[in-house]
């Protein structure tokens, strides 16, 4: 049975640092696609980071980058959100998806608020 979880969301402050877990199970994790998607309220979802099960190719939305890092752990089969220099508009639900062929799968997502 193929599942993504998240963890490690929660209340953050402003210029903080939170990290964000995606624990699978259930399919090939090295050979994925495994992307951080977040949804604030009254938003549609948008892309975080992306990285590639080989190679480790990294793609972060420019909103991001240069304060969040994703990786991935091949052997524990998680990705992991680092984020730091957090900011307000940071507050959002925060899914992990796995992609490769014939896989789809989405967590159920984590609230992480960013608030002083």
């Known amino acids: 049975q193929v599942q993504v979880v998240e963890s490690g969301g929660g209340l953050g402050q402003p210029g903080g640092s939170l990290r964000l877990s995606c624990a699978s199970s259930?399919?090939?994790?090295?050979?994925?696609?495994m992307t951080w998607y977040r949804q604030a309220p009254g938003k549609e979802r948008e892309l975080v980071a992306v990285?590639?099960?080989?190679?480790?190719?990294?793609v972060y939305a420019d909103s991001v980058k240069g304060r969040f890092t994703i990786s991935i752990d091949n052997v524990k089969n998680t990705m992991y959100l680092q984020m730091n220099s957090l900011k307000p508009e940071d507050t959002a639900v925060y899914y992990c998806?796995?992609?490769?062929?014939?896989?789809?799968?989405w967590g159920q997502g984590i609230l992480v608020t960013v608030s002083s």
């Open positions: 259930g399919f090939t994790f090295s050979r994925s696609v």
């Open positions: 990285i590639t099960g080989v190679g480790g190719i990294t």
């Open positions: 998806n796995a992609r490769s062929a014939g896989l789809n799968a």
